[in-house]
Nanobody, 124 residues
Framework: QVQLVESGGGLVQAGGSLRLSCAAS????????MGWFRQAPGKEREFVAA????????PYADSVKDRFTISRDNGKNTMYLQMNNLKPEDTAIYYC?????????????????WGQGTQVTVSS
């Protein structure tokens, strides 16, 4: 079992930045590919970014490329999402997830474990 806890969400103006964190406990963090997803009101949950076990591969959704950066620190059992130049359309609940591969996370939204989510609100 892996427990995932997100933090760092909040209210920010358009053009601002936030850094989300996902702290993992339980099974060995480095055994899992990790990812971020988001769900806006009235919409389905969508993939945002993923990172492989050792950090060598990190696919992004087109909508966040060049603005968001995913990273992980296996020594701290923590994953991060640096979000810059935020837009109102980035407003959503952001979830972290652990899965088998970045391909499973990014192409099939397939995760083994999910966090509870953290709210990000971007005002115009």
């Amino acid at each position: 079992q892996v427990q995932l806890v997100e933090s760092g969400g909040g209210l920010v103006q358009a053009g601002g930045s936030l850094r989300l964190s996902c702290a993992a406990s339980g099974r060995i963090f480095s055994n899992y590919a990790m990812g971020w997803f988001r769900q806006a009101p009235g919409k389905e949950r969508e993939f945002v970014a993923a990172i492989s076990r050792k950090g060598g591969t990190s696919p992004y959704a087109d909508s966040v490329k060049d603005r968001f950066t995913i990273s992980r620190d296996n020594g701290k059992n923590t994953m991060y999402l640096q979000m810059n130049n935020l837009k109102p359309e980035d407003t959503a609940i952001y979830y972290c997830a652990a899965g088998s591969t970045t391909a499973a996370l990014s192409t099939r939204n397939e995760a083994t474990y999910w966090g509870q989510g953290t709210q990000v609100t971007v005002s115009s």
